[in-house]
């Protein structure tokens, strides 16, 4: 859509909210946006040619230094040097890559860490027996503390995925701008088997509700220390029970005792689609959707909320079904003039159905 289009487009929304009401306007607006968003997956590569997708050119100045934690497991060697390269290749200057080696025996990855852990920037730590993604990730939080002290943001990176160069400056820059924001999160995308840019995904706003619908937030998460200090006392900010969607699980805890999540609109993260990832295949870790569930039925438990989780629309969306929290009974509703269309259209008795209660009769 072009800015020259918007006088026209918001007269054609004006019409069909008068014809058809909200709605008609709301059904419209989803096949629209619906067909929007295939067209920037169709012409993506297009979009990345133009310069569209990335970030504009800035000057984000941060002094708060990202530890960036990743746990290692048998990546294809050329996928780690990757994240490495990209790491490397960062404006913002204060970062730390904090590794976990969970075991891995590709000797080539272990060459690789040995070779990285040269640099100064770089810690890595090595699990005496394989433990699973989230003991891994915990090694590496905890080891932060023998390398110069834990940074102000911890940054959760995968083993075999890409940062833009501008990722860490424009999260820390989102921290600045907001002193009450304890998570960031940015748009990814995917990286083909041929390092090619495809499937972006250009998220929504902060939305709790929609948290516990899917996790949306994913990629990249960042959290300032201090809120996970509060959500793992002893270091151990990720849950091994939820291994696989261990991040959702954290998001979720995050979102109860956060002040608040600030979005960075921007494709930051890159994904990449190796053989056996969710990136490539959605069904490829189906305990990974078992661990969502229990990770979202434990929120609900936290957070004093009787309900059910059960499988949404597609492979990583649920189904929420909270119990009523408030008793039935009489309803009333107040209006400042005459009803609305949506209630006018039809018998009282079809919206507010009759009951016991002194107005049974004014519903009927």
Known sequence: MRLRDLPALSARAAEVLRDEGARGLAARARRRLAGGQQALFDDYAGWL???????????????LRVDVVTPVCDPPPAALAALWASLRAQRHERWRWVVCDDASTDPAVARLLADLARDPRVTVVRAPARGGISAATNRALAARAGAGGPGDLVAFVDHDDA?????????????????????????EDKLDARGGRRAPFLKPPWDPTLLLRCN????????RR???DRLAPEGAGLRG?????QDYDLALRACEVGRRFAHVPQVLYHWREVPGSVARAAGAKPWAYAAA?????????????????GPGPWLGAYAVDLAPVVAPGDVSVVTDGPPPAWLAARPWREVLPAGPGPDAAARR
């Open 216 to 223: 949306y937030v994913a990629h990249l998460l960042v959290v």
């Open 241 to 245: 029970a939820y291994d696989g969607s």
């Open 163 to 187: 940062l833009h160069p501008d990722a860490l400056g424009r999260v820390a820059a989102a921290f600045d701008e907001d002193p009450a924001a304890d998570v960031a999160f940015t748009d």
């Open 49 to 63: 040619r133009a310069g569209v997708a990335d970030p504009p050119p800035g000057a984000d100045r941060s002094d």
């Open 226 to 228: 201090a809120l996970l």
């Open 293 to 309: 569930r229990r990770a979202l039925e434990d929120a609900l438990r936290r957070r004093g909320l009787a309900g059910t989780v």
